[in-house]
């Protein structure tokens, strides 16, 4: 008989199992601000070069991210990380898209990367929003 170490196992099969994410790194580099899609978000690690100046790029609306999670639910979360790339001293300034709430500091400096947490707190059509918590950076 299976181990169960959670009581979530009892209400939903998908925590039923140790999962193991599947990371696809996005690289980009523009000489401006990107509004990021949920692909690259889904993705869990960002590669960012500033290309020369600080950028504030933006996630994903709440709904369109909502969309892209099946059996989303409240609380529903994932994780992901941010690389600052840049070869001048420029930061990259994470901005939430509608429906979201940024906790914490949004910016990662030169050389440094940065880890994030998105907790979906609706998930209601036309009401969707999400908290995406920083939990701070590391040099690389």
């Known amino acids: 008989m299976p181990r169960v170490s959670s009581h979530f196992a009892l209400k939903d099969g998908r925590f039923a199992s140790l999962t193991f994410p ?7 580099s523009t000489a401006g601000a990107v509004t990021l899609t ?7 690690l960002l590669l960012r070069d500033g290309n020369g100046g600080a950028r504030t790029d933006t996630l994903p ?13 409240v609380g529903t979360s994932f994780t992901f990380h941010v690389r600052n790339t840049s070869s001048t ?3 990259i300034t994470i901005a939430v898209g509608t ?17 994030f947490t998105i907790v979906f707190t609706n998930v209601t059509v036309g009401s969707e929003a999400y908290t995406c918590y ?7």
């Open 134 to 140: 920083s939990l701070g950076s590391v040099a690389v």
């Open 61 to 73: 609306n709440a709904s369109d991210l909502v969309e892209a999670i099946q059996g989303c639910l």
């Open 89 to 91: 001293a420029i930061a």
């Open 99 to 115: 429906g979201g709430t940024a906790s914490g500091t949004m910016t990662i400096a030169q050389n440094f990367a940065k880890s």
């Open 38 to 44: 949920t692909d690259q978000v889904l993705g869990g």
């Open 22 to 28: 599947l990371i696809v790194p996005a690289t980009y």
